[in-house]
Each structure stands twice: as C-alpha cells, then as structure tokens.
C-alpha cells in the first residue's frame, strides 16, 4: 500500500516531511519548544513530527503553515504521508493503534471498532452514514476489520477493554448480530486476548461517563489520550491531560465488575439474544 505506515515508501516519505518541518522552523527562529508553544501542543509532539514518528493531523499542518510562514505547504503535503482508509478525524488514530504496545480502551454505547464483528459493523455503517451505497458500506465494513488484525499476532499490542453496560444492551443489527458480537468478545476475552471488564447499571455514574477514551502506550514515544465525540475527535499528547485521562480510567475501573463477572455478564446476554429473551 503506498505511503502506508508500517512500509518504507511511507516511512521515508513521513521522515522527509518531518526534515523539512526542522528546516522551516529553524529558519523561522523557532525552537521546538517555542513552535509548541504558538501552537498549543507540546515539544515532544513537535520533536515526533520532525523525527516522522507521528502524522500532524490537518489542524497541526494548518497551524505549522500559519507559525512558520509556509504557505499552505505542510497542509498540502499531508496527504502524501498515508492512505485515507478512514474518517479524517480517525486516520492519526488508526495508525497509533498499529504502533501501540498498550491500548486501554472505554466504549460507553458500542462495542469499539477493533472488536466489532462483520454484521455489527455493517448496521453502524448503515445508519451513520447518509444515503450510503452497498460499495461503500462494504468498503467500510472491510476497513474496520482490517484494523483488528492487529490482535491476532503475538506482537499486538496488549489491550484492556471497558465496557458500559450500555454497549451490550443496545441492539446493534439486531438480536443475531447481537449475539455473534457479544460471542465474540467473549472469546476473546476467555483466550486472554484482550482483558474485559464491564461497568454494570448498578455502578451509576463513573469517572468515563461523559464519553468514549482511548489511552494509547508505546515502547518508544509517550503515551497518548484520544476522545471522540460525534463525527470528532481530538488526540492528546501533553502529559498532564493523558495523566488526567488516565486517572479516569483507573477510576472508573475500579468501578466496574472482575473480569471473570464480566464475562459472565456478557456471555449471558450473548445467550439473551440468541434465545430471544
């Protein structure tokens, strides 16, 4: 796939735009550190740009033309640096998810994307797009699926999964896509590919109500925050609000059912719906 992140085409191309990125900012007089600050992001996120470690989003490559002068070059360019297989809000993401050793996940009304199986998938993609044509539902829906193949390998990232009881009891395509869905989480959670736990009703109000995060950890960078809202999104990477992000987490973590009980929990609803009760 040219240009994708994990080939050397894209890792040469992502390397040059982050030289000249060095360039353009030191004749501009900027530090890292000042760059950072005009923009109101860190210097560490700032250093991954010019090192080709991270893709500015559009907003960032607005904001590097804006600071450094440049004409709109960084925002045109940007392109050049990976596919567009998902929403514009999402693509950074994606790629980050690839890179991750560690991802720590909330989904408070639907099962996350990298867990999603092809029936559930398709009725999201049904509903949330408008006017949607069947090719473009399925290129969607083969999208999303690619993405999990990063759990199947021994080098996928580790990844912790809270559940709102909400994600379970909304029917998403109805009760058999339901069922298959809720299976195969359990699956995934019984072979301890993924660690589940779930936030029952009875816990009420928690730490991560208000919304669905995503903590992203790396070997080799800082960790990342991202929150996604309704067709938006928006990644963190200043340690203070990833710290905070994180503490919310652990909250509401402790908030919710052992891993054990939460596989109980979704397995018997897997089998409410496959029962039609």
């Known amino acids: 796939m040219a240009n994708d992140i994990r080939s050397p085409e894209g890792a040469t191309v992502r390397k040059a735009y982050g030289e000249e990125l060095r360039i353009r900012r030191e004749a501009a007089g900027h530090t890292q550190q000042s760059l950072a600050d005009a923009m ?10 010019e090192a080709g470690r ?15 002068g440049t004409d709109g070059f960084f925002v045109r360019f940007l392109p050049t640096l990976g596919t567009a297989r998902f929403a514009v809000h999402f693509t950074h993401v994606a790629e980050l998810q690839e890179q991750a050793s560690c991802i720590q996940e909330y989904a408070a009304a639907l099962v996350p994307g990298l867990l999603q199986v092809e029936p559930y998938a398709r009725a999201i993609f049904r509903f949330a797009l408008t006017n949607p044509t ?8 083969v999208q999303r699926l690619a993405r999990a193949r990063i759990l199947e390998g021994p080098d996928g990232p580790v990844m912790w999964v809270l559940l709102d009881e909400h994600a379970l009891r909304r029917v998403v395509g109805g009760p058999g896509a339901m069922a298959a869905q809720l299976r195969h989480v359990s699956q995934l959670a019984d072979s301890g590919r993924i660690r589940l736990h779930v ?23 800082p960790p990342v925050a991202y929150l996604e809202g309704v067709r938006t999104g928006h990644i963190h990477d200043d340690p203070a609000r990833v710290a905070q992000c994180q503490t919310a987490w652990d909250l509401a973590l402790g908030d919710a059912l052992s891993a054990e009980a939460s596989l109980a929990l979704v397995t018997s609803v897997a089998e409410e719906y496959e029962h039609g009760l």
Do not use: Q, T, W, Y
């Open 54 to 68: 991270r893709k500015p989003s559009v907003e960032d490559a607005s904001r590097l033309d804006k600071e450094l």
């Open 134 to 141: 069947a090719a473009e539902i399925d290129n969607r829906v």
């Open 40 to 49: 109101f992001c860190s210097a560490s996120m700032i250093a991954h740009f």
């Open 199 to 221: 936030l029952p009703f009875s816990a009420g109000a928690h730490a991560l109500s208000p919304g669905m995060l995503s903590l992203l950890k790396f070997d080799d960078a």
